[in-house]
């Protein structure tokens, strides 16, 4: 299944996230390099006391998910055990699929995306930002129809 067309800035980026995390630790643990670092700060608004280590890979709508996550999984895979000891010593570790949706059309990701992702052995987590609605009713537009007509095949 191709990309859907409604998604813009597709990413996927492998999130390593703990309190008190040094993120040079990281770099130097799995030698390579983040595209992003966050230093734990105490008057941080999100996550307080929590440093963050990310390697993110962004395309483009018509390249899709499938080529970012294998992409990634190049990047990572000589360090994927190294990933799983930090993993184990309780810091988040997540592959993070993300990417900007239009308001009113779908985010699809196809079978072979999720795969390809599960073979890592990595928490997935989806994050989408869309545009805000014009109308306060369009926040609920998300929301199945009540008489279960979203069920009929």
């Given amino acids: 299944m191709e990309l859907s067309p409604s998604w813009e800035t597709p990413e996927v980026a492998l999130l390593i996230t703990g309190r008190n995390l040094k993120p040079h630790d990281i770099t130097a643990e799995l030698g390579i390099a983040p595209t992003f670092v966050r230093e734990p700060a105490a008057g941080s608004s999100f996550r307080p006391d929590e440093g963050c280590w ?3 890979v962004t395309g483009s709508p018509e ?3 499938e080529g970012l996550v294998a992409e990634l999984s190049e990047l990572i895979s000589p360090a994927l055990q190294r990933i799983q ?3 184990q010593r309780g810091h988040s570790v ?3 699929l993300s990417g900007h949706v239009r308001s009113g059309s779908r985010a699809v990701l196809s079978p072979q995306v999720l ?5 890592l052995g990595l928490p997935v987590s989806l994050t989408t930002d869309a545009d805000p609605p014009a109308r306060s009713e369009d ?3 998300w929301l199945p129809a009540p008489d279960g007509s979203h069920r009929a095949v």
């Fill in 54 to 56: 990310a390697l993110q």
């Fill in 63 to 65: 390249r899709g998910f």
């Fill in 85 to 87: 000891d930090i993993r």
């Fill in 94 to 96: 997540q592959l993070d």
């Fill in 115 to 119: 795969a390809n992702a599960a073979r």
């Fill in 139 to 141: 926040l609920l537009d």
